[in-house]
């Protein structure tokens, strides 16, 4: 079955860094454009960053820009998310998504984990 599972989450002093990884199985990893999305408590989801399915493109939301970085290693079929100077307004719960369109239809197969917390406090 289709399985992401990230790891490394936990609590980082602010200016601290942190680095998630998500480990996928069950499907064809390199073909699938992968993100790292976060939610704080009353606050909804959001993108942080994504990159697509080789590593050639990479965005980031503005708030983590210069902070973050996202990679991938398709051979371990691994996302990663280095974050360094964390702050306060990092802390939540951050999910690795995993989504392809269907090859000539407009379906998407897109795949969710359950989520690592990372609480950034001193």
Do not use: H
């Not at 708030?63 to 371990?76: E, H, L, P």
């Not at 964390?86 to 379906?107: F, G, H, I, N, S």
């Amino acid at each position: 079955q289709v399985q992401l599972v990230e790891s490394g989450g936990g609590l980082v002093q602010p200016g601290g860094s942190l680095r998630l990884s998500c480990a996928g199985s069950g499907f064809t990893f390199n073909i699938y454009a992968m993100s790292w999305y976060r939610q704080a408590p009353g606050k909804e989801r959001e993108l942080v960053a994504a990159i697509s399915n080789f590593g050639g493109s990479t965005n980031y939301a503005d708030s983590v820009k210069g902070r973050f970085t996202i990679s991938r290693d398709n051979a371990k079929n691994m996302l990663y998310l280095q974050m360094n100077s964390l702050e306060p307004e990092d802390t939540a719960v951050y999910y690795c998504y995993a989504k392809r369109v269907v090859p000539l239809t407009t379906r998407q197969v897109d795949y969710w984990g359950k989520g690592t917390l990372v609480t950034v406090s001193s």
